[in-house]
């Protein structure tokens, strides 16, 4: 329907002040065989049938709440306070664009500098942008930033294979319009140790992911001096949440960290939006990529927050930006930010702790279970909130299973991005998964590979 | 009074959630990577509620009043929108369960994508970009390995109008393409003899706005179409501008291969202090194999078993461009949107968007200059220096916030000097638009008669004029000292 | 748990400023015996586990998404706008108290000078308070009221039996303290015109209610001329969204309009809270029970609203106030007038013949029944939005088959209410009911009665 | 710049929202009973949205800032109560359903009356009352039922404390009661005497509210009531200050008979700007067979079917209070708080909340003279002319608000000359009280030195001083025209 906000004798004072006999005469500019197309659109709906035709259709999902689920591989199911929606609801945010007039965008502009605050202290770095779209892009970006300041001859991003294939995919098509490329070995199992010894004078960067994608921490103590030493730079890419608890990657040199922010607040919403972190070392701000929000203060002397560095961006520099990003996911790093007040400083420390206890919990009882191996090839490396569990059968299979026989949506089938992996699932446990949850897990796969297993 | 910062607002010891205990046995966490605190603030709840409160009463959103901020197309966001991408069917689903269990999501995505289909005259469209400006890159990615695949690779110039928005050439750049400006002609089109003489075999594409920056529609745009594609070229429409078109004209029936919608402006989906957006592409049927991944697809009658729609991957796609499916809480926002609508709503909304426009136009073009004074689309351009003064667009823009309103955009596109670029969006009430324009007008009076109050302006707001120079130079872009 | 505000340095320094040793000293008032019980409470629960037992918890409730529904009788399924949930979310505005402080609220003050505006051209009445609590009790005040005008000798209200039986309950138990009492006739099919004759010496009022408890429209024009010939006072019960449609009761002379205004925007919620309307006449203003706002200037001739005439209150008059009321339902009020202003002049009449409408489709068509018959005793009357429908069988039984065997949420049980009725049903159709759910129930009533009336 | 009405707003044929077609056949409507226009205005989304938006942004919640509203407990509102209660299957549901199908909200119900008896010491409780002084009212009239049962029905006299909150006489009245005030001592307590003055066979109860509107733990509270109990009258608690008691004593450990609670105010449901409320009456067991119906109750396990909880009406009920089963909305989200909290959260609260008001009591009390200076509870009432000043208390609230503060209530209770009544509950941080100290005793300064600052105050809020005599002298209370 159209709704109507203009009353007839407006509408025709209007035309009047303009000097056209009708508003359609306005479009006379546009070639007469295009021109007022007859779309097949469906017809319009009033807003009672738009409720409940959208109820409907939101039914045809299952939820993450119809019963216990163990997905994660980069999208994860965390608490989140009632303090997000309600400041993400406040209209003066959510309706707002970028702060480019900050006189009437202190509210958002000081709420980023404090996201920036609060990202800078989490990762341990000097300096964050006011977010990226998300974490594969944002892991893009910092490819882009590191190849930049490698210079020409060093075009090669190394890249851990234990990051996350998604992100790996991105960051592919992001150099697809460079003469760079991505590289790096086959092997899932090989640590930060192992590759560090790859980074040779083509490498622009070494890409490492902790936890990675299968859950191993990473212990990357002493990983920088050696990739500094080989001229590269380090990107880490991290899970916010573990830096509750776990060393920020600034602690241990890293250049560059990015992360998905979606754990932050963020409902997982099919996998988007959310917000991609972006954090770097001070040397690098004049090279950072999207919004920067820095202190200032007005002719009286009040402290006041501003868009900063701007010189950086595409609406200034062009084609010389540092990267072409406009629009980020500002009102995602509000989330974030309200996210991490209202955790603070004990609240995400004990969210890491249950994710940790409770992914170890699941992952001692799995395998005790005859036919299932956890982390086959390397069961001593230590893990945060995901494992993975090599099956007697098809991943596939058994998500099903747990689907239609026990209600449980299972893990990530690995073999859909490793097709050697058909038999493994990747199983995260969360602070959102009581003990019960984890037990019927545990029964239902006890279940599944003793009756099915053999054939 | 400025609002003190969480870390200001912070002591030790304080909570605001409440976790379980652990239920499990204990394991045994890796002690050398373990950190001592991990810096962030402790507020009790009330304490979180008040500060993002008083922020939000220190910003101004679409919701407050006017905000002709041109080329954002800040529309009114629809209510009913929030509420249902909220519904939980739609917010609480993973991108990785299985497509059985996902099929209304899946169904909602394939039904978006046929609607901008039909709305662009494309023959594909993918909703994985999750911007305009990766919608662009996106787009360049596609130009190169459609030219790759057809043996090609060597034409690396892209031409980009000067009133082109700036992440037109920056998009060009991280493709890899160098980009080359066309000049404006006298009527705000694109010049066509320097179209003429760009053409040549290193001609990878155009990016083309239209309507234009300048709010004006391509008055020959199908000869500008034919000349690039007659040397081999392909030519991208920068959607950003589709407000002004839905159900007016389709591009894919002007010519354009390929095109992003912004959903965050067209299709009414929020802009949300910057973001998230969403930028789908659509894809005439050259260029449709190598949209990025993944699309969905619905099964013919005879292969549906329970899932009847799919993710596929195009043929020749580049790839991905995001993390997992795109923005999916903005499909549910901009979907909502369109059924609402329906093809004459949204023909409606076009119409009155060009109307306010327009109506603007006439009436502010005396005390503001327009450089291209003819019929414009959803937006315009002026010049902010009011005739008979020296004050500059900044400062009718600062004082027009004094009168309540949220100012134009300052100073873009960059061939009109001083510009201030008008956008009011078809929601605005002709009541809103008269007291802008009186207030514009009394603006222009006082720069030519107070001129101080303008550059002193504003002074109804939370804050005074700012110093950006200061901000630049000191760089305090975090808390400064660690929490004790 | 408890969420601690202060450090203990902070609580050192506040116990030493009293001058006490522990905040427990605070409490030496009380009787020892008395002081700090062991209270038998569950223990405290995370707000994870908060949350996971209300979603729990609300779905051991069937909503009225979940299938047709078809339950009236003085609680409503209306379309709810989605701007109204945005105004209720505010801040400023929900945790706020009662606007004494008029500088700081003139938000709420304003919105409650509009609901009042709106009320009073819906009801054609002058005057209208901020709200009173809901239905029932608006119409208790409004009987307090009349008894008061009427003085000494008139001391009874005469109510017709048709008026909702929750509301007589609730006027009945409010004049339990007072010598006045609450009078009427059985016979529930009485119309106005038939209850006017039985105003006497002794009635300070007629209370009529329409539509009325069964749906009948109550044609009351020329009724408020005989009651006041005979010296009462004419107090109209309404349906809010009728008066969309429908003559308001102040064009045929009523004394005071009383509503429950639940339909305006408010969820069922389990009956409460809702909101009472109440309308009156100019005569009666220093007689008006609740909060009234009226306009006024500030000390700068700014225009502004403040509460006025509270010597009518409790918190001024004290034992001699027009009532005890003091919380009231003012964001109840405010839902209703987000309500009004959205759906607006044209809305409101649109759904009230939606609901005309619908529900006489649904009253021919289950008249068209075999075994069921419509309105029984007075077929011809006018109705809107609900009726009566005479089964073969007990109500309760088939709204226990509805329930069971079509997944519908059936009518009010009258037997609940009248004795004599328990065959009947009372069906409310709204404009929430798409033809194809009153299709199902005319099927479903088909089926039940058929297999199941000859026993 | 003050805002529009609606009605200001409002233009002809304009919609904000979109309803279905009518799908059925159209029924004959009696022509006569139509009106031509029901008075509405017309608006847009936007302009609602803006309007309201605008219209909050006027207002002051406890979410904006301090709110030391005395007798009023302005405490937090958790922002997980207000999702809770919006959860369809506690929203979107009918109380005319089958109870087979409500039994989350029956159980719901059960568990809160359940708590409710616990932490008053009850032996039941009604959730009927929507609000504090409908508690009131209700307990008043089953008083007149429980005497009239037992032959007394003579028994026409309630004792009401000078002190007390004018809804308690109120109450009284409409209960067709006469309402006998009993003077306090010199301590702040009832003053005994007076009592045994008044107790006679016309005796019919108190209505006694401890702690006291000054804030003040009756010190000889069971003798006050062994002297009630003796000449048969029954004890009612006006249980609007029990934050300071919750887990703390038992209202029934000291021999209350009657007591309500308001949801709104110790069990934090939001006031909404003056409601709704909800006040369940706890009684002990000779009154609680006259409680209001419904009461929910759990059937023994040899009954249950599939229904365990019912609604119940106690034996000798005095009928309904409201339409349905009360404010089920505010039972959600004090439910909610409840189970949050647990006993020693509830204790930890009360506990805070008095360690702050003695702490505001303190630091006040040299520039405000506190009359009955002794340990308080939850509250303390000052006088608000501050020493050496000749300003009014009205003054000092309204300059207040110049700091940012919602002024403490004033001239309540009546016992107390230029009475401030502060309360500050138990979430404040000590920042904030050390803040609201700092601004009170500027204030007194000011008082003292530039008194005409406070009477020109308040100058920072979005309106000067109001003209309150020339509203109830105009008496404007609708808009004054039809709109045509
Ligand atoms: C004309 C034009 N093109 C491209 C963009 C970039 O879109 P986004 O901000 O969604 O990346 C914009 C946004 O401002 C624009 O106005
Ligand atoms: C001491 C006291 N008693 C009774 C009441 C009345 O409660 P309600 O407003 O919920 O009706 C109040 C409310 O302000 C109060 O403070």
């Known amino acids: 329907m159209s709704f109507t906000t203009h009353t007839k004798d407006e509408r025709r004072a209007m035309l009047d002040a303009i000097g056209v006999a009708s508003a359609e005469a306005l479009f006379d500019d546009i070639p007469l065989h295009a021109r007022f197309p007859d779309l097949e659109l469906p017809p319009a709906i009033s807003d009672i049938e738009l409720e409940r035709t959208f109820r409907r259709l939101s039914q045809r999902n299952v939820t993450l709440d119809d019963g216990p689920s163990f997905l994660g591989a980069g999208c994860y199911r965390h608490f989140i306070p009632a303090t997000v929606d309600y400041v993400l609801q406040r209209g003066e945010f959510y309706t707002s664009y970028t702060p480019y007039q900050p006189e009437l965008s202190q509210g958002m502009l000081q709420a980023m500098f404090e996201y920036q605050s609060m990202i800078c202290r989490l990762t341990g770095m000097e300096v964050s942008n006011a977010s990226h779209y998300d974490g594969a892009t944002s892991l893009a970006e910092a490819a882009l930033l590191a190849l930049d300041e490698a210079g020409k001859n060093r075009s090669r991003i190394l890249i851990s294979p234990a990051v996350h294939p998604h992100y790996r995919d991105v960051v592919a098509t992001y150099l697809s319009g460079t003469q760079a490329s991505l590289i790096g070995p086959e092997d899932t199992t090989l640590s930060a140790a192992d590759l560090v010894g790859k980074v040779c004078e083509e490498t622009a960067a070494l890409v490492i992911q902790t936890p990675n994608f299968f859950g191993y921490l990473e212990d990357l103590n002493g990983i ?92 200034i520099r062009r084609a010389k930006a540092t990267s072409n990003i406009c629009t980020n996911s500002a009102l995602g790093a509000l989330a974030a930010a309200t996210y991490l007040a209202t955790l603070g400083r004990q609240g995400l420390r004990q969210v890491a702790e249950l994710c940790y206890h409770k992914s170890h919990y699941a992952a001692v009882r799995i395998a005790a279970l005859p036919r299932c191996s956890v982390n086959p090839v390397t069961p001593d490396r230590p893990f945060f909130k995901e494992f993975s569990v090599e099956l007697p059968l098809p991943a596939a299979e058994v998500n099903q299973a747990l689907q239609k026989e026990f209600g449980i949506i299972g893990g990530y089938d690995l073999g859909r991005s490793y097709p050697a992996m058909t038999n493994r699932l990747l199983i995260a446990a969360t602070e959102m998964n009581p003990r019960e949850e984890i037990d019927r897990l545990v029964e239902a796969l006890e279940q599944i590979t003793a009756s099915r297993a053999v054939r | 009074m400025s609002e003190p910062t ?21 394991a045994t966490i890796p002690e050398h990577l373990i950190r001592a605190d991990n810096g962030l603030p402790e507020l009790t709840e009330q304490q979180i509620v008040r500060h993002y409160l008083r922020l939000s009463q220190r910003n101004f959103g679409v919701d407050c009043g006017f905000y002709p901020l041109g080329s954002c197309t800040m529309k009114h966001n629809p209510k009913t929108s929030e509420q249902t991408a909220r519904l939980p069917g739609f917010a609480q689903i993973h991108p990785f369960q299985d497509e059985a269990i996902v099929q209304g999501a899946l169904q909602l995505m394939f039904e978006l994508q046929e609607q901008l289909k039909e709305i662009g005259g494309f023959e594909a469209v993918s909703l994985q970009p999750t911007a305009g400006a990766q919608g662009e890159l996106t787009a360049l990615l596609m130009i190169r390995a459609y030219h790759a695949a057809r043996g090609e690779g060597h034409r690396n110039e892209i031409l980009i109008p000067d009133s082109a928005h700036g992440t037109n050439p920056a998009s060009a750049t991280m493709a890899g393409y160098i980009a080359v400006e066309v000049p404006s002609d006298g009527r705000g089109n694109v010049d066509l003899d320097a179209v003429r003489a760009a053409c040549s075999g290193r001609l990878a594409g155009i990016m083309l706005t239209n309507p234009n920056t300048l709010g004006l529609f391509e008055e020959r745009v199908e000869e500008l179409v034919g000349l690039v594609r007659e040397s081999g070229g392909v030519v991208y429409g920068d959607g950003a501008n589709m407000n002004a078109l839905t159900a007016i004209a389709r591009p894919g029936d002007l010519g354009i291969d390929l095109m992003h919608f912004n959903l965050h402006k067209t299709f009414a989906t929020p802009h949300g202090g910057g973001g998230p957006g969403s930028g789908p592409l659509g894809a005439s049927s050259q260029l449709a194999p190598y949209l990025p991944s993944p699309i969905v697809e619905r099964l013919p009658e005879d292969k549906k078993g329970s899932v009847e729609y799919t993710l596929t991957c195009p043929s020749h796609s580049i790839g991905r461009m995001s993390s997992f499916h795109g923005s999916f809480g903005m499909f549910v926002r901009a979907y909502s949107y369109l ?60 004082r027009l916030m004094d009168f309540g309103f949220h100012p ?77």
Chains 1, 3 share one sequence.
């Open chain 2, 339 to 398: 059924r609402r609508l329906g093809a004459p709503g949204l023909r409606a909304a076009a119409i009155d968007a060009v109307l306010n426009s327009n109506y603007l136009r006439v009436r502010l073009r005396d005390d503001y200059p327009v450089p291209f004074d003819r019929t414009c689309m959803h937006e315009f351009v002026c010049e902010g220096q009011p005739k008979g003064s020296e004050v500059r667009a900044i400062d009718v823009s600062k």
């Open chain 1, 224 to 315: 920088a001096e050696k990739v500094h030493a080989r001229g590269a730079l380090l990107i880490v890419l991290v899970d916010p949440i573990m830096l509750g608890l776990f060393q920020p990657p600034g602690s241990y040199g890293a250049d560059i960290v990015v992360a998905d922010g979606q754990s932050l607040g963020i409902a997982p919403s099919f996998g988007g939006p959310s917000v991609g972190i972006f954090a770097t070392r001070r040397a690098y701000i004049r090279r950072l990529v999207g919004r920067l929000v820095g202190k200032t203060t007005d002719v009286e002397g009040q402290r006041g927050y501003v868009l900063t560095l701007a010189t950086r961006e595409q609406h």
């Open chain 2, 408 to 484: 134009p955009t300052n100073y873009f596109p960059l061939t009109v000097r001083e510009a201030l670029m008008i956008e009011p969006t078809e929601n605005e009430c002709k009541a809103t638009l008269d007291a802008f324009v009186e207030a514009m007008r009394a603006i222009a009076k006082e720069a030519r008669e107070e001129p101080g109050r303008l550059r002193e302006a504003p002074s109804a707001t939370p804050v005074r004029r700012l110093d950006e120079v200061r901000a630049a130079r000191e760089l305090t872009v975090c808390e400064p000292t660690l929490r004790t």
């Open chain 2, 6 to 26: 969480l870390y200001e607002l912070s002591a030790t010891g304080r909570k605001a959630v409440s976790l379980p205990e652990c239920d499990v046995k204990l």
